[in-house]
């Protein structure tokens, strides 16, 4: 791992500003961790700020990181034909950069996201665990939920989903080292181009959005994804499994009643 020459390093993860990744990505971890999305050293985040990446370390208990743990890197400086040897703006001592991280650049580079979310929610993964025993299906699909309207139509795309439409989240399979599902989450962007989310199997989900706040919270209009609404959609799915009830079905026929 190289460390490009900058003059004061630490300038880069220091600042009062809470919305500064370098405080925001600690502060959301730990956020993360209350709703069980990030247990243990499993699940992270990053931000991206313009060409500025910041990152956590591997296998820090992410609820506990400090600013001071972050690792900074500029997208531009990065190597493609040289994507294992990335060169960083800013490294903590005593750590290693996420394994997540070449997943992250992923979503940054290839759908131009500004963060980018890991969780090992139990929704996601009992989601994909039910896929798994439905023929090792690999897609998650669910329509006729309110909830689906928070979903933006897709990459590039203008507006957002309809009630009646359904949303798709591709299924990856996990493998033992997490850099290793790289190729298969790019593979995954290329065949569902409007999908703003990836399921892992067994693991977990990456999401993107292009902030920070895309990310997390809006999902009120186009190119914004949420990631309180997919894990609601998860837990709903698997609510829905346990009553018997179809996660696909087909009402856009009924219209509504007056009386
Ligand atoms: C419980 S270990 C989990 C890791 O292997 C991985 O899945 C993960 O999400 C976090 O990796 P890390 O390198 O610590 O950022
Ligand atoms: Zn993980």
Redesign the pocket.
Known sequence: MAEAAVENPDQLITSTDPEHPANLIPSLCAKFWTLGW???????CSIRDDNLVYL?????Q?ELMKPTDIYVLSLKDQDPAHKQQRTYLRSPPTY??????PLFLAAFTRRGAGCCI?T?SHWAVLVTLLLEAKGNSKVFEINNIEQIKGFGKGFGKVGNLGYHDTLRIPVIENTP??EDLTEYLEAAMEEYPDTYAVLVRR??VYVWGDNVHKAKTQCESADKVSIYSLDYLFQLAVEMHQLGLPWISDIAQIAPQRS
């Open positions: 990030v247990t243990g050293t499993g699940g992270g956590a370390p591997s296998g820090v992410k290693k950069p996420s394994q997540c991280t890991h090992h080292h997490e693991h977990g």
